[in-house]
């Protein structure tokens, strides 16, 4: 089509790679929104956009999945391992590993149901030769997780039946892409002893490689490039591919390598981080929906209308791999005893039929084993797979999620507000990252981030610099989509300013940077820390990070005697189970007998689930000894109390000094844990109201003076905060 007075000549299809750019794009956008206003899943208006402008339909767009070199493919390459990766790296793995019997098993159910009935039916109605007939059975043992980003936006991915589904994934296409190298080499005359030895050993190469390298590469690169996000993303995309590359080389698809990727970094990105974020949103924004118009054109819907025979191999095709798939998700739900909507997720996750599928049925028909009319089928096969796993996923989810959301939540507080005292610029974006971990997602309050100005002559001009410096703090929450609320406060001290504004926005949980100053002053008069927690009665997290927060291999916390008594104790130990649930990185705790049960059943009986180990302590006294093995890797929390509290131990009194002088080159916490449930009538509470019968106030003064002057006259250093 030509038009003499345009610049540009158009021909179908079209050629020009900024309009072929544009037109996806507006696809991308516009085939989920009508979708939607026809109630039905998005993916499938991107399947059917798709068969639309691919070369079986109008041929608007040239190129499809089958054809390498062209945009679409290599897009749609992306889309296929990005939907891999991100199933690896959002996977709950102490969930997987609570459940990966149930995984294992779940596997050979949906490999072996549909194998089975496909070689059935490809031998007895088919009639295809023996090899042929083993070719195609593995076919419609395989599946995509093309519904997965269903699943993540209605947020049961946690769920368990979506855990073993994700499991089942890697040992179906594993087993069955092993039977197609075989068949293949079979087809080819290679199959010797040798052949065996080489598939086997580069496969282990392969998984030891993946396994003991990246995460020890990915630890080391975030240690030493902590504050370039671009560079983060550029390296994360890098290892997914290298990983896939890898999975070629060792004799399997590449798929695989992305799902391995993902599992291998897992611990090193947390689910609430940017990076995270920017992974979720390039994937779902661009890649995947690639990979799903790729699809689309893969479908040739006329060869519904070439005969009786068309229809009567893609009609058997179809109904073998979804009735052999949904026997499957049958079987687990009455031996895993889940419910109705349990078993539609797990059906609409692993019914789907793509990638793995394509990579056998090519084969099969570049090496002669089917003809043109089985790889017809598959085609039209993969089509109403795609579309009933997207509608399973879709209605099912749906009634998951509103279960889930009935059950008993969280045995945490209704409120849920943390608020980060921020005055060093370098502590900022870490200090905000952990608050973000604090704070349940869903809970509708933001992360407040206060600055305290000393009330001087210079206020006015150091509220400017100090908004300026916070406006990084809210670009930061921003690519996480949380809200970051910035709040100034001229105060005559520190202190007050800060109880101040913990009174006054309702907070309960409050994020301290430590510093390791010294000041003679307060050495004498007490410390700013010492002063605040006698101030503010929520759970107060003192901070020094010396190393990213996902680098951390586990957290090791000490725990004092009668902790399990303290009115903020489930609190604390609800967002340590957060943390090391976003981390991966299982909490080993130190702690008296007595203690070990009512953390059991915080950690372990309630959603998300992490993995606690334990040693027995004792007395505070003995901290160093406790904490002497404790590696760089590691994140130290160490467990404190306010005076006159049930958990209170003398020792306490010199943490600070313990940790300023052994400890600061690597991360640790010190926590004090809330004293009271927050209430609103309460926010006057005073400090000597739960002081009662307590020394009189002079005295008790006297008595920390003469503590001061002692440690002033023996030179040891003091701890304050910053």
């Known amino acids: 089509m030509d038009f003499p007075f345009l610049a540009i000549s158009f021909h179908l299809p079209l050629q020009d790679p900024v309009l072929v750019f544009c037109i996806v794009l507006f696809v991308i956008l516009l085939a989920p929104l009508l979708m939607k206003k026809l109630r039905i899943p998005g ?19 040239e190129g499809d999945l089958l054809q390498k070199g062209n945009s679409i493919n290599l897009f749609g390459t992306v889309g296929l391992l990005y939907i891999m ?53 593995s076919m419609f043992s395989t599946h995509t997780l093309v519904a997965y980003p269903i699943a993540s936006r209605l947020r049961i991915i946690s769920n368990e039946a979506v855990a073993i589904a994700v499991g089942a994934t890697i040992i179906t296409d594993t087993l069955v892409l092993l039977i197609l190298a075989v068949i293949t080499g079979y087809a080819e005359g290679n199959i010797t002893a040798s052949f065996w030895v080489k598939l086997c050993a580069a ?7 993946i396994f003991l390298s990246f995460p020890a590469i990915g630890r080391w690169f975030f240690r030493h490039v902590s504050d370039d996000e671009i560079s983060h993303f550029m390296f994360v995309l890098g290892m997914v591919f290298l990983a896939g590359f890898m999975a070629e080389v060792a004799g399997v698809e590449a798929i695989i390598g992305a799902f391995m990727a993902g599992l291998a970094l897992n611990r090193l990105i947390p689910h609430t981080s940017p990076l995270m974020n920017r992974l979720e949103f390039v994937g ?8 799903l118009i790729g699809v689309g054109m893969l479908v040739d819907v006329h060869i519904l209308f070439q005969g009786w025979e068309s229809w009567l191999v893609a009609i058997t095709l179809t109904a073998s791999a979804i009735v052999g798939k949904f026997l499957a998700a049958f079987l687990a ?5 889940y419910d ?3 078993r539609g997720v797990i059906f609409g996750l692993t019914s789907a039929h793509a990638a793995a ?9 570049k090496v002669g084993l089917v003809d043109e009319q089985i790889l017809n089928g598959t085609i039209v096969l993969i089509l109403f797979t795609c579309l009933v796993a997207s509608f399973a996923t879709e209605t099912s989810g749906k009634k998951l999620a509103i279960s889930e959301a009935q059950k008993t939540p969280e045995r945490e507080e209704d409120r849920d507000v943390v608020m980060v005292a921020i005055s060093n610029p370098q502590t900022i974006e870490r200090l905000l990252d952990f608050a973000l971990m604090l704070k349940a997602s869903e809970r509708e309050h933001p992360v407040f981030a206060l600055s305290v100005i000393k009330d001087n002559e210079k206020a006015s001009d150091e509220v400017l610099i100090r908004n300026r410096m916070l406006e990084e703090a809210v670009r930061r929450a921003a690519a996480t989509n949380h809200k970051v609320q910035v709040v100034t406060r001229i105060d005559l001290n520190t202190v007050s300013g800060i109880a101040r504004a913990t009174k006054e926005l309702m907070v309960t949980d409050l994020v301290l940077g430590w510093s390791s100053r010294k000041r003679t002053l307060e050495w004498i008069f007490g410390n700013t820390l010492g002063s605040l927690v006698q101030e503010v009665w929520q759970s107060v997290y003192v901070c ?6 996902n680098t951390a291999r586990k957290i090791v916390v000490i725990v004092p005697r009668n902790a399990e008594y303290e009115i903020g104790f489930q609190q604390w130990v609800m967002k340590l189970k957060r943390i090391s649930y976003e981390i991966g990185a299982n909490p080993l705790i130190y702690c008296a007998e007595p203690s070990i049960p009512p953390l059991l059943n915080l950690l372990e009986n309630i959603k998300p689930v992490v993995k606690p180990s334990f040693v027995l302590f004792e007395d505070m006294e003995d901290f160093l000894i406790a904490a002497r093995d404790v590696g760089r890797d590691d994140w130290l929390w160490v467990v404190s109390a306010r005076k006159g509290t049930l958990s209170h131990q003398p020792a306490m009194d010199h943490l600070g000094d313990k940790l300023n002088k052994h400890f600061t080159e690597q991360n640790f916490l010190l926590l004090y844990p809330g004293q009271r449930i927050f209430e609103e009538h309460e926010l006057a509470m005073r400090m000597n109201d739960l002081y009662a019968g307590g020394l009189p106030q002079p005295i008790e003064s006297l008595e920390r003076l003469t503590r001061r002057m002692r440690k002033l006259i023996k030179h040891k250093p003091g701890s304050n905060l910053k």
């Open 43 to 61: 993916i499938i208006g991107l399947i059917l956009a798709g068969i639309i402008l691919g070369h079986h339909g109008f041929n608007i767009l």
């Open 85 to 137: 990766f991100l199933a690896g790296l959002e996977l709950n793995l102490n969930e997987f590993k609570k459940n990966q019997h149930k995984s294992i098993l779940f596997g050979v159910f949906t490999f072996a149901f549909p194998f089975v009935i496909g070689f059935w039916v490809c031998e007895r109605v088919l009639h295809l030769s023996l090899i042929s007939s083993i070719l195609v059975a």
């Open 203 to 209: 496969i282990v190469l392969f998984v030891a490689l």
């Open 284 to 291: 779902n924004a661009l890649f995947i929906p690639f990979f």
């Open 333 to 337: 739900q009455k031996i895993f005893h």
């Open 340 to 342: 109705a909507s349990q």
């Open 357 to 365: 599928t394509l990579a056998v049925i090519l084969t099969g028909y």
């Open 544 to 549: 020094n990070f010396a190393l990213p927060l």
